[in-house]
């Protein structure tokens, strides 16, 4: 297995382990940040791929942009309020009556 292989595999198992870890998290600072962890390990899989200008933009656009504005959104919406953005989840059973065909059907 080359360096080039490894790299590659370890950006996907750190992208795949940050968007699974974002179901679980309750915070959605947490969550913001496992996005951009998940955004910039898939502009590391598109530099292996050498397709530079899609990491570039995947980086630019998503990482740097969209989600900072987010980060923000969600320090001063925990500030005006008091306590910090707790997200709950309780519709499990429908989003696995509604994932589960769709992953099949993939």
């Known amino acids: 297995m080359s360096i080039l292989s490894f790299t590659f595999y370890a950006f996907e198992f750190l992208a795949a382990v ?12 947490y969550g913001a940040l496992l996005l951009i962890v998940c955004l910039l390990s898939l502009a590391g899989i598109y530099i292996i791929s050498n ?12 990482a740097g942009g969209i989600l ?11 500030r ?12 499990w059973f429908s989003g696995v009556l509604v994932g ?3 992953l099949i059907l993939l």
Not at 18 to 29: D, E, H, P
Not at 68 to 78: A, E, K, N, R, S
Not at 80 to 91: A, D, E, R
Request: proline share 4%; glycine share 4%; hydrophobic share 60%.
């Open 18 to 29: 940050s968007a699974v870890a974002i179901l679980f998290v309750k915070n959605v600072f």
């Open 68 to 78: 900072v504005l987010i980060i923000f959104g969600v320090m001063l919406t925990t």
């Open 51 to 62: 397709a530079e200008f899609i990491a570039v933009t995947q980086i630019l656009v998503y």
């Open 100 to 102: 589960l065909p769709i």
């Open 80 to 91: 005006i309020s008091g306590k910090p953005l707790m997200v709950k989840n309780h519709n």
